[in-house]
């Protein structure tokens, strides 16, 4: 099986360019809609390429994630036990209202 390694300074990394380039937005002083324009652009190119990211990165994070563990046997056979009920959903034995 081909190890592949979740490389995550690529994310952290693209974080920062992200962070780094709207504080430039901000700091050209444009103004108005320009700059949320700006603005808006880098956050859909920004999470564009962290969506890239993922797509790269899937095999890493199986590969992580170690092998799949099997389902549980849940045959006609075994029967799973019943939860016990919590206190406060038995009903009251002291009567009451009534036995005041």
């Not at 300074?9 to 700059?35: K, N």
């Amino acid at each position: 099986m081909l190890k592949s390694p979740v490389r995550w300074w690529q994310l952290y990394g693209l974080a920062g360019l992200m962070i780094a380039a709207l504080v430039w937005v901000h700091a050209l002083a444009i103004g108005g809609t320009a700059e949320t324009g700006l603005q808006v652009g880098i956050l859909i190119v920004a999470f564009g390429l962290m969506f890239a990211w993922l797509g790269a990165n899937q095999t890493g994070f199986l590969v992580d994630a170690g092998p799949a563990q099997p389902a549980a046997d849940y045959s006609e056979d075994s029967r799973l036990a019943p939860e016990p009920e919590a206190p406060w959903a038995q009903p009251e034995r002291s009567g009451g209202l009534a036995g005041h």
